[in-house]
């Protein structure tokens, strides 16, 4: 059985917490899409990490952990994770890597750098991590692919030729940056070779085989739907689609195989980076939630960021969970709002003087005001917490209020940072 675990609104919704939880009862994990761009934190036994490429089920030595084809891979990153999760007493996970991935190279991440000072108070808030690059080269047929690496060095040097004179061509005349050269973009490429030399293979084909033999299976995404180019809130959104259904096609398996798709919610709202943020609170309000927020503060895992900070926004994650094709919501960090005397909730949008429950595009959430519907909190420390019927009324009331509001049945509530710190419904 295929599983797929997404998030429904920015990123940060507690994605690696609930791989994590669930790969305990798994036998592969794969991430399909995005980079190191995003991170997801994970706390158990063996300590608190912040992932960035690997899959959250490596802390399980029964798993099989796939880099997929989707992947925009940073084969130092990679390497790098490897050996920090190894140094802190992890076993060394069982990792394959997709020949088909495509890797993320130094110059990626250096025109991302540039980009983003070119337009300087008109950028998109990028982490700097290559992704935009690294897709626009995928999707423009002059990207390097895993498998490039294991054929002719004659071919490798010639795909290398082409690239260089395109790039130097924006290095030199658009950014006044050095120039690349062919023969240490060819010896770096060799470097990767080395490094993941063990691990590279068809992965689809295993996926497949792996089907048939009834295994089960996660597919962990990265970020949410908000920032999925199609349907996210474009321009300010990520290079490769955060969606349940490109899991078939960032894993290579086929899409009629996922049959649950956990989609993951925040008990309140975060995000990092630019864009629209509905229901966005400011000030002493903000700090006080983003201090208590998360798994010790609301900070991006990748880039360290404040994250900014709203209430709940049913409109975002009814939109969110219905683009992803929701079978089951997952409500993470519930425990944060024990200390609030009452919960705002953003129930609509009043845009031009018209309330709407429904998502729009970019242009109208821009002018969009949140309506709030205000709950009364609980005021009480929840974790520890098993059973939904033991928590407190008013949570119960919140929670439910939520899963009217979204249309999607919440069965999975997270009441803290550990993988036991779950409520099932």
Request: proline share 5%; net charge negative.
């Amino acid at each position: 059985m295929v599983q797929a675990i997404v998030g429904a609104n920015w990123g940060d919704e507690g994605k690696g917490k609930i791989t994590d939880m669930l790969a305990e009862n798994a036998d592969i994990i794969v991430r399909f899409q995005g980079g190191a761009n995003a991170g997801h934190t994970i706390v158990n036994n063996y300590g608190k990490f912040a992932l960035h490429t690997l899959p959250s089920g490596v802390f399980y030595d029964h798993t099989t952990s796939i880099i997929g084809n989707g992947v925009a891979l940073n084969v130092p990153v990679l390497f790098k994770e490897i050996q920090d999760i190894i140094e802190k007493g992890v076993p060394a996970p069982k990792i394959l890597i997709s020949d088909r991935a495509q890797m993320v190279m130094p110059y990626h991440i250096d025109f991302d750098t540039y980009e983003e000072a070119r337009l300087a108070g008109k950028s998109y808030g990028s982490t700097k991590s290559g992704i935009a690059p690294f897709y626009s080269d995928k999707y423009a047929k002059i990207g390097f692919q895993v498998s490039e690496l294991f054929g002719p060095e004659e071919d490798l040097k010639e795909h290398i030729a082409k690239v260089c004179t395109l790039k130097n061509v924006m290095l030199k005349n658009l950014y006044n940056q050095p120039e690349i050269k062919e023969d240490e973009l060819f010896n770096t490429l060799m470097d990767y070779k080395k490094m993941i030399e063990p691990y590279v293979c068809d992965t689809s084909l295993f996926l497949w085989n792996a089907i048939k033999e009834g295994k089960t299976i996660l597919l962990e995404g990265q970020l949410g739907s908000m920032k999925d180019p199609d349907h996210g809130i474009y321009p300010m959104v990520t290079s490769s689609s955060t969606l349940a259904a490109y899991g078939a096609i960032g894993a290579g398996i086929p899409p009629y195989e996922i049959k649950k798709i956990v989609t993951v919610c925040k008990a309140y709202s975060s995000a990092v980076g630019a864009g629209a943020f509905v229901s966005e609170i400011f000030g002493d309000e903000a700090d006080e939630l983003r201090r208590r927020g998360g798994d010790g503060g609301e900070y991006g895992a990748t880039t360290g960021r404040p994250r900014r900070m709203g209430w709940f926004d049913c409109v975002a994650s009814k939109y969110g969970c219905r683009i992803q094709g929701t079978t089951d919501v997952a409500f993470t960090v519930l425990d944060v709002l024990g200390y609030l005397d009452e919960i705002p909730v953003c129930v609509g949008y009043e845009i031009d003087g018209k309330v709407t429950k429904d998502f729009p595009t970019t242009g109208l959430l821009e002018k969009a005001k949140p309506v709030l519907e205000t709950l009364p909190g609980w005021k009480c420390d929840i974790r520890g917490i098993k059973k939904y019927e033991e928590l407190p009324e008013n949570c119960r009331k919140y929670i439910e209020f939520i899963e009217k509001e979204i249309g999607f049945p919440i069965t999975m509530v997270s009441n803290g940072p550990g993988r036991e710190d779950i409520i099932y419904r």
